[in-house]
């Protein structure tokens, strides 16, 4: 194996990036033994064992670039560092999980357990996510530990930040997607909202450059006159904030490339006409207990100077989002009369939205009441329901995470949050799924409202129920939330399932008790002859007695039944020419022998198979004590010769053919001018062939048909086959049953 090498600038790299960790690592107790660590990966590097990626991604560089972002750009943790380096130890085989368990304890064991598994759905593909079941299967891990996420989602940002000028423009590509669809909204849910931004808007840049750029250049070229614009917003509200003795910080921020685009799509305008370009970000240094007190004063003071748009108000400080962001804000009329947004929040506030909330309590064991821990358990509902396909499972994840937000409150006032557009019914699942299951309708503010009421925020929602009620397919076109939909499904699916269990011991109850043996196959015959798509809609319709079971006793009857006497039905036709039919086929020539050289017999050629001289046939005793002649390959010889082998006998040509026998040909072409003329004249040309009929359907440029002629014996019948084949435009010819 070769031996992995370091160019200048990752040897810089790591060199820089080792020591900001052992500044970091400095306030963590001396079990992360960062030395011990750095050893062991040396050895693995010297070894050989730590090789470079197929697309030359250096595997050592990346994980000390990830923990250390991970520090400065979340949150210092131990075991998380420990993980983030031990795992490559255990991916290379330098070191087993058991341990790593036995050296840095359980928690970092189960760490290093997520991502080996991460790691090796990316092994089987350069972009994981990109197949459906890797997909799953990445999300499933993801569940098991939220730190998971957290990790995954900077080691993503570390990836796109190191491939900027990468070569293989396709690998680059399937990053960038990946990072929007799956990694940036995560890290919206999670409230990594500054990695969220950079994530997307890096993505931009790769899949699209020129609009990247030319953002980017717009916003170079306004920077002196926006910056002018801020200074003068922000200078009079600077002076009225500390003559009201309030401590804080003052910024203007731009927004990101990528949502400023957004707006370009959504708005379909140019940048000059996009109102929201930057907003004003106040950050005060209050004490916890006057928090809101002290942020309402700044809306106040604010209010009072500039003319706030009363429609673009979001106040997320009376009731938090529920990733745990907290913040006040509004939009006012600046100088120039543009509009500008301003956000306020306190120190604590925006900590919480720079780094997420979830990754200061959730993997230090604190309990919060967010309601992080019920979205969690939703994306595994969702996983574990199997929705159909990838594209309904991304739509029904990315829809939880970005939708905006109504809040419900019950009769006893518990609030409930829920994504704009749900349904009262969407409230009943929510708050249990057996509760949702019996929701007939219910109260809203006092008055009563059908299942598929949208909730608005302030509503009291009260859910009526019936235990006659069960869940219906139509509920789906009155329910957004995965939830709700997932438990929908998975119900109607196990009612289906019992219906179907019920139907079938209905059926062979009714075989039972009419005496008739009941065969599967010839019962999926029934049921396709009776025009049902699925067999689980047969069952159903069983089940639900609007089918009656006589009627399919009496269908699988006649299935049954080893002889199918009738004509085929023709279809409708352009052409049609009809001579006398040929003669009553009971004969009593000697063309054939039958059984053991007996001549002279009574026999039909059965109309099933409509055998001719030369088939290779045999005779079948039918009740009437007929001898009925079948061809071989008749569609009903396997049934006969199964079911009835007593009455089977041999049966062979005698003599030469001394009348025609009928046969039929099947014609499939293309529908040019002329070729039904050109098909008839060479059967009028045929001495021993006589045309009795024709049929011809034509339909979007093609054509079939079937020719029914009079052969004397099957050779002519296959000469003739070989001449039609050769007409302009026929594609293939072949004997109908």
């Known amino acids: 194996m070769e031996k992995l090498t370091f160019t200048q600038e990752e040897k810089i790299g790591l060199q820089l990036n080792y020591r900001k960790l052992m500044t970091i690592c400095a306030d963590f107790d001396e079990s992360i033994n960062l030395k011990h660590l750095k050893s062991l990966i040396g050895q693995a590097v010297e070894s050989g064992l730590c090789v470079r990626d197929k697309h030359g991604i250096h595997p050592v560089v990346h994980d000390l670039a990830t923990a250390?972002?991970?520090?400065?750009?979340?949150?210092?943790?131990?075991?998380?560092?420990?993980?983030?380096?031990?795992?490559?130890?255990?991916?290379?085989?330098?070191?087993?999980?058991?341990?790593?368990?036995?050296?840095?304890?359980?928690?970092?064991?189960?760490?290093?357990?997520?991502?080996?598994?991460?790691?090796?759905?990316?092994?089987?593909?350069?972009?994981?996510?990109?197949?459906?079941?890797?997909?799953?299967?990445?999300?499933?891990?993801?569940?098991?530990?939220?730190?998971?996420?957290?990790?995954?989602?900077?080691?993503?940002?570390t990836l796109m930040k190191t491939i900027n000028h990468h070569p293989d423009e396709s690998f680059v590509r399937d990053v960038a997607y990946e990072a929007n669809y799956l990694y940036a909204p995560l890290a919206h849910r999670l409230g990594l909202y500054s990695i969220k931004s950079e994530l997307e808007d890096m993505s931009l840049k790769y899949t699209n450059r020129k609009t990247y750029s030319d953002i980017a250049h717009e916003l170079n070229a306004t920077k002196v006159k926006r910056d002018a614009y801020i200074a003068a917003f922000i200078k009079p509200v600077k002076e009225k904030l500390e003559n009201a003795g309030l401590k804080f910080d003052i910024k203007g921020?731009?927004?990101?490339?990528?949502?400023?685009?957004?707006?370009?799509?959504?708005?379909?305008?140019?940048?000059?006409?996009?109102?929201?370009?930057?907003?004003?970000?106040?950050i005060l240094d209050t004490p916890p207990e006057r928090e809101k007190s002290d942020c309402w004063m700044v809306y106040s003071l604010i209010t009072d100077m500039y003319q706030p748009n009363p429609s673009r108000m979001k106040d997320w400080i009376s009731i938090p989002k529920s990733n745990g962001y907290e913040s006040l804000h509004i939009t006012v009329a600046g100088p120039d009369n543009k509009w500008v947004e301003v956000q306020i929040r306190t120190r604590r506030m925006d900590l919480v939205a720079e780094k997420g909330l979830a990754a200061h309590w959730r993997y230090k064991g604190i309990k919060s009441e967010s309601n992080l821990d019920t979205w969690m358990n939703n994306v595994r509902d969702i996983l574990e329901a199997g929705e159909n396909g990838p594209m309904e499972l991304m739509r029904n994840f990315k829809m939880d995470i970005y939708d905006k937000e109504v809040f419900v409150f019950t009769p006893k006032g518990d609030l409930f949050r829920l994504p704009q557009g749900a349904s009262l019914l969407d409230f009943a699942f929510n708050i249990h799924s057996k509760l949702g299951c019996q929701c007939t309708g219910g109260r809203v503010n006092g008055k009563s409202e059908k299942l598929g009421y949208k909730l608005q925020s302030g509503d009291t929602v009260e859910i009526m129920t019936s235990s006659n009620q069960q869940p219906k397919l139509d509920w789906l076109n009155i329910v957004v939330t995965s939830k709700a939909r997932t438990k929908i499904k998975q119900t109607i699916n196990e009612q289906r399932t019992r219906g179907t269990e019920l139907a079938k011991e209905m059926i062979q109850r009714r075989f039972k008790n009419r005496k008739i043996e009941l065969e599967e196959p010839t019962l999926m015959k029934v049921i396709k002859k009776m025009g049902y798509k699925t067999v689980t809609d047969f069952f159903t319709e069983?089940?639900?007695?609007?089918?009656?079971?006589?009627?399919?006793?009496?269908?699988?009857?006649?299935?049954?039944?080893?002889?199918?006497?009738?004509?085929?039905?023709?279809?409708?036709?352009?052409?049609?020419?009809?001579?006398?039919?040929?003669?009553?086929?009971?004969?009593?020539?000697?063309?054939?022998?039958?059984?053991?050289?007996?001549?002279?017999?009574?026999?039909?050629?059965?109309?099933?198979?409509?055998?001719?001289?030369?088939?290779?046939?045999?005779?079948?005793?039918?009740?009437?004590?007929?001898?009925?002649?079948?061809?071989?390959?008749?569609?009903?010889?396997?049934?006969?010769?199964?079911?009835?082998?007593?009455?089977?006998?041999?049966?062979?040509?005698?003599?030469?053919?001394?009348?025609?026998?009928?046969?039929?040909?099947?014609?499939?072409?293309?529908?040019?001018?002329?070729?039904?003329?050109?098909?008839?004249?060479?059967?009028?040309k045929e001495k021993s062939v006589t045309l009795r009929s024709i049929s011809i359907d034509s339909n979007d440029g093609m054509f079939q048909g079937n020719l029914t002629v009079g052969v004397n014996d099957l050779s002519a019948l296959t000469a003739l086959t070989k001449k039609l084949i050769t007409v302009k435009g026929v594609k293939n010819v072949e004997r109908s049953n």
């Open 68 to 157: 250390v972002t991970f520090c400065e750009r979340v949150s210092p943790d131990r075991n998380i560092v420990i993980a983030l380096l031990a795992y490559r130890l255990c991916s290379v085989g330098a070191m087993t999980s058991d341990k790593v368990e036995k050296e840095w304890g359980g928690d970092v064991g189960k760490l290093v357990r997520g991502l080996t598994k991460v790691a090796t759905l990316y092994g089987k593909n350069a972009n994981a996510s990109v197949v459906s079941d890797n997909f799953r299967r990445l999300l499933m891990t993801f569940a098991e530990d939220i730190r998971v996420i957290i990790m995954m989602i900077v080691e993503r940002l």
């Open 253 to 282: 921020r731009t927004k990101s490339i990528y949502s400023i685009w957004n707006k370009i799509k959504k708005q379909k305008v140019d940048m000059e006409h996009i109102y929201d370009l930057f907003a004003i970000r106040i």
């Open 542 to 684: 069983v089940a639900e007695e609007r089918l009656d079971i006589n009627a399919i006793i009496e269908r699988y009857i006649e299935l049954s039944t080893p002889v199918v006497e009738e004509e085929p039905v023709k279809s409708a036709s352009e052409f049609t020419l009809m001579e006398n039919e040929i003669a009553d086929r009971t004969r009593s020539d000697d063309v054939l022998v039958i059984g053991d050289n007996i001549k002279g017999l009574n026999y039909k050629l059965a109309k099933c198979c409509n055998p001719i001289y030369g088939d290779e046939v045999f005779g079948f005793i039918s009740a009437e004590g007929v001898v009925k002649i079948h061809r071989h390959d008749c569609p009903n010889a396997r049934n006969i010769k199964e079911r009835y082998p007593y009455r089977v006998i041999k049966v062979k040509w005698s003599g030469k053919s001394g009348s025609q026998f009928i046969a039929t040909l099947r014609v499939v072409g293309n529908d040019n001018i002329g070729i039904v003329t050109n098909l008839t004249s060479i059967i009028n």
